[in-house]
């Protein structure tokens, strides 16, 4: 994205110190100027006014999904845009019952929600929790307007607005 907008300033928030040296030494190395990696968690980050918000695997992972959704929108132009990339599930268990959708529910149980459940709140929507959930989500956090704007074979990309 840094390089397709050579114009734009991009700011990387993580809260695991070694992952942001990372990043930070990747874009170093790719001539990635318009780059930045700072410590932060999703519902606390400084930025604002920002036209964009991108979370790439990260919502259902969240101990407060609704916490970082209600920042992620105060944090935002109101003309700007929160962009989530989410494991593509439906919205009820016999949905995901293929063989993605069962490998899935095995690496949710076995990672997702731990993660999720040893963070503040807790909430555990985990990598099925569809978009109907994913929604419900969102809109707790202040958005009016959320829609699949494109999939893939495992993912869902959600666009969420004012």
Request: some cysteine.
């Amino acid at each position: 994205m840094a390089r397709a907008f050579p114009s734009s300033t991009f700011v990387g928030y993580d809260f695991h110190q070694p992952s942001i040296e990372h990043a930070t030494a990747y874009a170093r190395t790719n001539g990635a100027e318009n780059v930045r990696f700072e410590v932060a968690k999703a519902k606390d980050f400084p930025a604002r006014d920002l036209d964009l918000v991108t979370c790439f695997d990260v919502l259902h992972d969240l101990g407060d999904p609704v916490g970082a959704a209600t920042h992620i929108h105060r944090s935002l132009k109101p003309d700007g845009t929160w962009m989530l990339m989410e494991p593509l599930a439906g919205d009820a268990t016999e949905d995901n019952l293929g063989p993605v959708g069962r490998v899935a529910y095995a690496f949710s149980t076995m990672v997702c929600v731990p993660v999720s459940l040893s963070q503040e709140v807790g909430m555990a929507l985990g990598a099925q929790a569809g978009q109907m959930k994913l929604a419900e989500v969102i809109k707790a956090g202040g958005f009016t307007r959320v829609r699949r704007a494109a999939e893939t074979p495992l993912n869902m990309v959600l666009e969420a607005r004012y």
